[in-house]
């Protein structure tokens, strides 16, 4: 089966293609979702939900805005977003032993292993330093755009510029 056909079949809310699309995209999908969020049960349970939203809201997603890959992933980063900064996750993080604080802060700095379980690497390795970072801050890590241009020492509107230059260099490189 094509994957317009499939997602046309998931759209009628036919099970077998669902079954077929979590098959294709769960391992992305995963990946992205841990990498924002660094633990693996919760990323586990958020990959759940990700995907309970991909069958309630199938009916939702439109080809003419976008590549289905990118209609998930945006999912998936939106839901682990949420969950971290949501109170329960905060909470829980205040109690954490200080052992677990290396493996955040490895993850946090692993951007390579980041973009590579999308298969993004190779056209992100040919854009500039600063659009890697940007992309990095606020897709990989889910930053806000103001604690971007915190992290970053630069005003918020040159993140908003550089981001916007940045994204439209990468569609023109995927070529999509």
Known sequence: MQQDELILELQKGNQKAF????????????????????????AEEVLQDVFMKIWENASSY?????????????IARNASI?????????????????????????????????????????????????????????FFKGYTQKETAEELEMPLGTVKTRNRACINKLREIVGN
């Not at 032993?97 to 993004?120: C, P, R």
């Open 19 to 42: 079954e077929r699309i979590y098959q294709l995209y769960s391992e992305s999908t995963y990946g992205i979702i841990f990498s924002i969020i660094g633990e693996k049960d919760i």
């Open 62 to 74: 439109d080809s003419s805005k976008g590549r289905f890959f990118t209609w998930v992933l945006n």
């Open 82 to 138: 949420d969950k971290i900064r949501s109170k329960s996750f905060k909470n829980k993080r205040q109690n954490l032993a200080a052992d677990n604080f290396v493996n955040i802060l490895e993850s946090k700095t692993n951007f390579s292993s980041t973009i590579d379980a999308i298969g993004l690497k190779k056209y992100i390795e040919v854009l500039k330093p600063v659009c890697k970072k940007l992309i990095d801050l606020l």
